[in-house]
């Protein structure tokens, strides 16, 4: 049985996440460039090293809708992260 519950993703905020992360293209292209910085040094892209860059880097607490960070599936950002730098 499948995990993913709201729109392919765990919960209502990773799916938010990601949806900014990926959607917005200031968002988008800031994200995409620390991915490939942190390639580039090859720094593997974690769940913890994407919550420190969207809660610190981006300054978010909530995403732009609204989402809380707590119940946000990091691991599942860093994937989409890194997916969206290939």
Do not use: Q
Not at 35 to 64: E, Y
């Amino acid at each position: 049985m499948s995990t993913l519950t709201y729109n392919g993703w765990k919960n209502r905020s990773t799916w938010n996440v990601a949806l900014w992360l990926g959607n917005d293209e200031g968002y988008y292209r800031e994200t995409v460039a620390m991915a490939k910085r942190m390639s580039a040094a090859n720094i593997h892209l974690s769940g913890l090293r994407a919550r420190i860059f969207v809660t610190h880097t981006l300054g978010w607490d909530r995403t732009p809708d609204g989402d809380r960070m707590g119940s946000v599936d990091w691991p599942a950002i860093a994937e989409c992260i890194r997916e969206m730098a290939e």
